[in-house]
């Protein structure tokens, strides 16, 4: 119904040859803080909610006091949790996302002992749970141990954009790691390095109290799952920097051999042979459990060693650009449900950023978009994955995954606009569209970030 539905839209529009917007919604009107879904997980199992955070433009999230939602129907909204003299320096909560199927959100939490001295940072934050109907009470999903002896299955920096495995069974996000970072700034020699781990609920962990109140108990299991290194060797598949990741389908991908592999998609910093560096396409394979080491090293890492992967975690390259025209990818990477593809961003021939597909068991990429200018960041599939929503010319624009010649198969959701839409979010029933607009306020020169919805299938 929901694909019949769409064709019929895209026949239409192909048709009458004018354009048809679907009407914008403006749901959010406080015009006091800001209302950000950072790219992320935000609508309600049963989508009639939409979870945002409050972060300030100059400040970011460690200047975000609250986690709060708004009912996209009734625009009444709710503050689900709330830090209690937040400052500018932190602690700071943000990058809120919904669980697919229960009633709770998960969003970062910077530690409550900050100062301007040693605020919120990237090595300095958690992940907390909290029930839409039991506010304000956090539960703490990863365990943070950064004195030694370190922990197995406790983390030692900061995790960051927090996203539930479609299943629910696991959690994904980034990492940045407080030991390499004081390694770093003892050294001059650069440890620094953003990567990827994962959690899941194998074991609660607990962790030694420490004084200065920087080490956090956790009720999910964690570990480090991308290695990487300072100096990768020009030419190979070692990376120094892990971001832009996220699930491969709603329960892994289907390998060779039929059997379904749970993975993470992200980009991976590579040095090429001549010594430039681009950002590649990987997965990394995940395996049932996490709680084994692998032969790099420790789960919880040494005093001047990352956390490592562990045992049977596989990690593979998937794109080769480097010795192309336009080398790099870019985007943070999105899987269809069923896991056999994955959408990025990359330049076409002509060094125009469009949308292109691969399969997570590798071969050629399939270019999606045909536009003569850039795709622009932002990009989400349909809960059938027959079509691509993404910003494209300031426009929300739809595209089709078909073998229709291009010009048939995209279409604009929304008019140009001077303001760039952002962070884009479909319902998981395909009704609703969510994103972020930029709102000039009355009678100040300013503006602020609200939450905006398009119906697809509605255009009163």
């Given at each position: 119904?929901?694909?019949?539905?769409?064709l019929t839209l895209l026949i239409l529009w192909s048709c009458t040859g004018t354009e048809m917007y679907l009407k914008e919604i403006q749901v959010t009107t406080d015009n006091s803080?800001?209302?950000?879904?950072d790219n992320n997980d935000n609508f309600s199992p049963d989508g009639k909610w939409l979870v945002y955070d409050t972060r300030t433009i100059i400040g970011g999230i460690g200047a975000s006091p609250s986690i709060e939602r708004v009912n996209i129907e009734t625009e009444e909204t709710q503050v689900l949790y709330k830090v209690a003299d937040n400052h500018d320096y932190g602690p700071g909560v943000g990058a809120v996302s919904y669980h697919p199927s229960e009633n709770?959100?998960?969003?970062?939490?910077?530690?409550?002992v900050c100062s301007e001295n040693n605020p919120y940072q990237q090595w300095r934050r958690t992940g907390v749970i909290v029930n839409d109907n039991q506010q304000?009470?956090?539960i703490n999903m990863d365990a943070r141990d950064v004195t030694f002896p370190f922990t197995p299955g406790a983390l030692r920096g900061g995790?960051?954009?927090?996203?539930?495995s479609r299943d629910g069974k696991w959690i994904g996000y980034t990492y940045n790691d407080a030991i390499m970072k004081k390694q770093e700034d003892s050294t001059g020699i650069k440890c620094n390095l953003r990567t990827i781990a994962v959690s899941n609920q194998q074991y609660k962990v607990e962790v030694d109290k420490d004084e200065a109140g920087e080490n956090v108990a956790g009720t999910w299991f964690s570990a480090v799952v991308v290695r990487v290194v300072p100096n990768p060797k020009p030419g190979s598949d070692e990376i120094s920097n892990a971001a832009s990741d996220s699930w491969i389908g709603t329960s892994g991908y289907k390998r060779a051999d039929g059997a379904m592999q749970i993975a993470r998609a992200f980009l991976g910093k590579v040095c090429s042979k001549d010594g430039k560096f681009t950002d590649e396409l990987f997965v990394v394979e995940i395996p049932d459990s996490i709680d084994i080491p692998g032969e790099y090293g420790p789960l919880e890492g040494t005093v001047n060693t990352f956390p490592m992967p562990p045992k049977g975690t596989v990690q593979r390259r998937l794109t080769y650009t480097a010795n192309s025209k336009f080398p790099g990818c870019s985007g943070v990477v999105r899987s269809s449900n069923d896991g056999s593809k994955i959408a990025f961003l990359k330049k076409d021939n002509n060094g125009i950023q469009q949308i292109f597909m691969i399969s997570?068991?590798?071969g050629e990429s399939i270019q999606i978009t045909e536009h003569i200018s850039d795709v622009q960041t932002s990009f989400r599939w349909s809960f059938d994955q027959k079509s691509i929503i993404y910003i494209w010319d300031n426009s929300i624009t739809l595209c089709e995954i078909s073998d229709l010649p291009f010009e048939k198969r995209y279409k604009r959701l929304t008019a140009k606009s001077a303001d760039t839409p952002s962070n884009l979010v479909w319902s998981n029933d395909g009704k609703t569209i969510a994103y972020n607009r930029m709102v000039p306020i009355e009678g100040k020169n300013d503006q602020i970030k609200h939450i905006f919805v398009i119906k697809p299938y509605s255009n009163k």
């Open positions: 119904m929901y694909y019949k539905l769409l803080v800001n209302h950000d879904l709770r959100v998960l969003f970062i939490h910077g530690l409550p304000n009470i956090a995790t960051h954009r927090h996203e539930w997570p068991l590798g």
